[in-house]
């Protein structure tokens, strides 16, 4: 018997009070008037007596960048469906990419910038919010940031960012710190999203970055906690390409490796429940079956010179000298340092997952062709991320699945124009003098953390001592580390002590905290460019058009701080004055498309607007039976010289997939990964086993998986999505189904309803990280159990390489209340 500790009980009839919705309405069913108190009518109705107007948009809802055709009428939307110019939406959207229009009318809203008049803060604190000006609002936060730089404090203010969108958002933000003289703007939510999957590929094949996968045309996938069919980017697409990858002939195999039955493992044709922590050890036993074996694709790899497999269970060591490397290093090195050890029988013993199952996926992965191996957060959000990541990625050079067709490849960029001015001729003395450089990072990262490129995390514990120094000033975008970030009530209590800004169109957790809100458009206000996350390769750009105007005196987040920028004294101010606005950077961005056109002939701003997305296919590598070939117009015909494939794919020292990483051949890496892991620095570079540590003092593992409409919280406030939560979560036989618990660990304690569920292994507690919103709105608010996010009770440990939030390293015990 397992433990399902998930909460989805907004009851019909609780929904329906809280909706207003009684009597005969409530038998007709919850619709958006409802929800809103926005009349709508009906499209189909007045599409007849009032002209509709179709606006291209980008869905905010995860970081897919799925095409979105809004239907809007007399200036209300009345619906949403997948745009057919979308290579992402293809005219189909997810569950939750039709609920966009309740975010837009949510009653919840901020409606314009709000100042905090209750110098006390906390949970039960209301901040008596009043409305103000925007030229109050932006005269506040640019005189703070003089006052700070007249003072030499710049390095004082921060500015923290999730999940951007493009150049003219996310892509000012650096720029803003650099010519301001703070090297806290901006501060990324990486560490406390994948980082460690893209430091696992950096160290490997020279790439710090997601992959792109040729999903259509693969034949075998091996899914490492990827959550394929919940949360995987771009999940819309992956539902799409999962209907045809298991209709064609042949049908693709896949196995799915996780700690919990989730609707991805149900859907595979094998599931392996793991040890929590343990997924390195599975893949360096299948990386050894291959091997000695002799499965492994000779024509990427190599091959021993006399062509007989050396690698055989019990052998002295080998000597490099007898391989033949083709487009692989290190590999012979790998196995005499690590691999040769790595038997099934050796893995079963610490992944509790059967020897022969260990085999069987071997030999499947490596006979399938094309195949392909995929992960992220479910292996590396560990003490030992990098190194299982490492692992796994290395099966996919043995198959030979780098960029290969049905393998993986790199993300292209998009050749945006230049800006129409360049902010290296505006900074100025004050940015650009060494006074500046004696202040790291509040986040220590390049210091304490040299491989790291965010420690969100560690802010609100390094500000509270003081250590490197203590903030004054910090602001919010897109990102709520208060609710999401591990031991969250950190964050409570050190927003009580510096000066807050939010932008979120919403009154979440954040938002109770601030002294300043400039609340965001909604995304279906906004207009907006998104670059694709890593897709199928070729280069895409989204382009998100507003489909209403503001229903209220909110702004564009982009605007707002070019704005602030237009009123730093100096010659800061000048550059933003440059900027104009983002309207105006997203037209200049829109005429490198001029020399490049779309393959769906966007070629300007005014088209890009029309269509929505501007693309470019192909691909243009590609890696045939060990030969890398570059497209000239009618396919892959060009060779490509060595040095070709070093510049622009495989961009290690070597110009070749390592399996001995060179990266870490220098001393100083070497060095900072020895004290952080104690691997020997002669080890540091192998793909290996780490024993994974555990903290917070249980005994259960605490895991908090992502489900497809909630992906982290952001559906809080929208009532569809919390009722039918997917109940998909586990723990221990001394529990009772419905029972009222406690889960705590050594840094906090939440209250939750118990629901038996097998799908999950006895050892572990899954609860998703979606509900026990304690602000966000009325009907975040109103679903009171869990008492806190998940967040609260994770240990805030981060994984040593790569600086990754440890989300799946927290122990816990459960009891009864």
């Known amino acids: 018997m397992k433990l399902d500790i998930l909460n989805t009980a907004i009851s019909r009839r609780r929904f329906l009070q809280v909706s207003g919705v009684t009597g005969a309405a409530a ?164 560490s406390t999203c994948a980082d460690a999957s893209k430091k696992a590929k950096r160290l490997l094949d020279g790439n710090y970055d997601y992959n792109a996968y040729d999903y259509a045309n693969t034949n075998y996938m091996l899914i490492f906690g990827a959550s394929f069919l919940e949360a995987y980017r771009p999940y819309n697409n992956n539902l799409q390409v999962w209907g045809h990858i298991r209709t064609k002939s042949p049908k693709t195999k896949v196995t799915a490796v996780d700690v919990h039955w989730n609707t991805t493992i149900s859907g595979a044709d094998r599931a392996l429940l793991i040890k929590p922590g343990t997924d390195g050890a599975l893949a360096l036993a299948i990386a050894h079956v291959i091997l000695t074996e002799g499965l492994w694709d000779r024509n990427f790899v190599g091959d021993f010179k006399d062509a007989v497999n050396r690698f055989k269970v019990g052998e002295a060591t080998l000597n490099p000298a007898d391989f033949n490397e083709k487009w692989t290093k290190g590999l012979v090195e790998w196995w005499n340092a690590e691999l040769k050890d790595r038997t099934p029988k050796w893995a079963a013993g610490i992944t509790t997952i059967a020897e022969r199952d260990i085999v069987t996926v071997a030999r499947e992965l490596a006979t399938t062709k094309p195949a392909m191996v995929l992960f992220e957060r479910g ?281 001995k990483s060179s990266y870490l051949e220098d001393e100083h890496y070497a060095e900072y990964v020895h004290e952080k892991t104690g691997v020997p620095l002669e080890r540091v570079g192998f793909p290996q086993w780490v024993e994974p540590k555990f903290y917070g003092g249980g005994d259960l593992h605490f895991i908090s998986p992502k489900v497809a409409l909630q992906a982290e919280g952001r559906a809080g406030n929208l009532p569809h999505a919390t009722t039918i939560a997917q109940p998909v979560v586990g723990g221990k036989k001394t529990i009772y189904d419905g029972d009222r618990v406690r889960i705590k660990s050594e840094v906090g304690r939440i209250e939750a309803i118990a629901r038996h569920y097998e799908g999950v292994r006895p050892d572990t507690v899954i609860l998703p990280n979606i509900l026990g919103h304690w602000a966000q709105g009325r009907w975040a608010r109103q679903n009171r159990l869990p008492t806190g996010s998940a967040s609260e009770v994770i240990v805030n440990k981060s994984e040593p390489i790569s600086g990754l939030a440890s989300y799946y390293a927290t122990k816990v015990t459960v009891e009864r209340v």
């Open 379 to 659: 292996p590396t959000a560990h003490s030992n991320g990098v190194y299982n990541g490492m692992a796994i990625h290395a099966l996919n050079a043995l198959i030979g699945s780098m960029y290969a067709e049905g393998g993986l490849m790199n993300q292209m960029g998009v050749p945006y124009g230049k800006l129409p001015v360049s902010s290296d001729d505006f900074m100025d003395e004050y940015a650009k003098s060494d006074d500046r450089k004696q202040y790291p990072r509040i986040d220590l990262v390049g210091k304490d953390w040299l491989m790291a490129s965010n420690q969100i995390q560690a802010i609100p514990a390094h500000h509270l001592a003081g250590k490197p120094y203590k903030l004054d000033t910090i602001l919010f975008y897109m990102t709520a580390p208060i609710y999401s970030a591990p031991e969250a009530r950190k964050w409570e209590e050190a927003l009580q002590t510096m000066y807050v800004i939010d932008t979120s169109p919403f009154p979440g957790e954040t938002a109770m905290f601030a002294d300043l809100v400039l609340p965001d458009h909604t995304y279906l206000e906004r207009l907006q460019d998104a670059p694709t996350y890593p897709f199928q390769g070729w280069p895409m750009a989204t382009l998100r058009v507003p489909a209403v105007k503001p229903l209220y005196d909110t702004k564009v987040f982009g605007d707002t701080l070019i704005e602030i920028g237009k009123r730093i004294k100096g010659p800061m101010g000048e550059y933003y004055k440059a900027l104009g606005s983002t309207e105006n950077v997203i037209k200049h961005l829109a005429k490198g498309f001029e020399d490049k056109p779309g393959t769906n002939s966007v070629n300007s701003f005014e088209s890009w607007k029309e269509k929505g997305v501007w693309y470019k296919k192909p691909y243009l590598w590609r890696q045939v039976r060990g030969e890398f070939y570059e497209w000239d117009g009618t396919g892959y015909n060009k060779p490509m010289k060595p040095e070709d494939v070093k510049a622009k794919l495989l961009k290690t020292k070597s110009g070749k997939f390592e399996f």
């Open 27 to 190: 038998a007709a069913g919850l619709g958006l008037e409802q929800v809103t108190g926005q009349v709508v009518t009906d499209a189909k109705a007045t599409a007849a007596e009032s002209k509709t107007v179709i606006t291209k948009n980008v869905c905010n809802q995860c970081p897919a960048r799925c095409g979105v055709d809004v239907y809007t009428t007399d200036g209300r939307v009345h619906a949403m469906y997948g745009s057919l110019e979308s290579p992402i939406s293809n005219g189909k959207l997810c569950p939750k990419g039709y609920l966009g229009a309740y975010i837009l009318y949510d009653p919840d809203r901020f409606k314009g910038p709000m100042k905090r008049t209750n110098p006390k803060k906390g949970r039960d604190e209301d901040p008596k919010f009043v409305p103000i000006s925007w030229d109050e609002a932006l005269k506040t936060v640019a005189d703070r940031l003089n006052a700070l730089r007249d003072k030499g404090e710049s390095h004082r203010f921060a500015l923290l960012f999730g999940r951007g969108w493009g150049a003219s958002d996310a892509g000012l933000l650096g720029t803003f710190g650099r010519v301001y003289g703070s090297p806290n703007a901006a501060i990324g939510h990486s």
